[in-house]
Nanobody, 119 residues
Framework: QVQLVESGGGLVQAGGSLRLSCAASGRSFSRYVMGWFRQAPGREREFVAH????????VYADSVKGRFTISRDNAKNTVYLQMNSLKPEDTAVYYC????????????WGQGTQVTVSS
């Protein structure tokens, strides 16, 4: 299995920026499609973004398009989520997840990092 640890969360004002990091260990990082999800209080977990093993293909939720950027550095076994123009509705616990490239299911999850955006 792979183990994922998120970091970089915190408290920011609306319009600010934050970069989340997800460090992976346990298996070959480059084998995995990496994704970011988030869950706000009282809401279901929602998809934010994912990135292919090579970093050449990315997908974003409509709610974050143009504001968030996902990237990965396979040499560092790390995936990032750059969040710009943050809004209060972005407040959530953000989770890093991993899946095999041939799978549709994310099997590995981090413990999450809190992002709070004040108005």
């Amino acid at each position: 299995q792979v183990q994922l640890v998120e970091s970089g969360g915190g408290l920011v004002q609306a319009g600010g920026s934050l970069r989340l990091s997800c460090a992976a260990s346990g298996r070959s990082f480059s084998r995995y499609v990496m994704g970011w999800f988030r869950q706000a209080p009282g809401r279901e977990r929602e998809f934010v973004a994912h990135i292919s093993w090579s970093g050449g293909s990315t997908v974003y939720a409509d709610s974050v398009k143009g504001r968030f950027t996902i990237s990965r550095d396979n040499a560092k076994n790390t995936v990032y989520l750059q969040m710009n123009s943050l809004k209060p509705e972005d407040t959530a616990v953000y989770y890093c997840a991993a899946r095999e490239f041939f799978s549709t299911k994310y099997d590995y999850w981090g413990q999450g990092t809190q992002v709070t955006v004040s108005s």
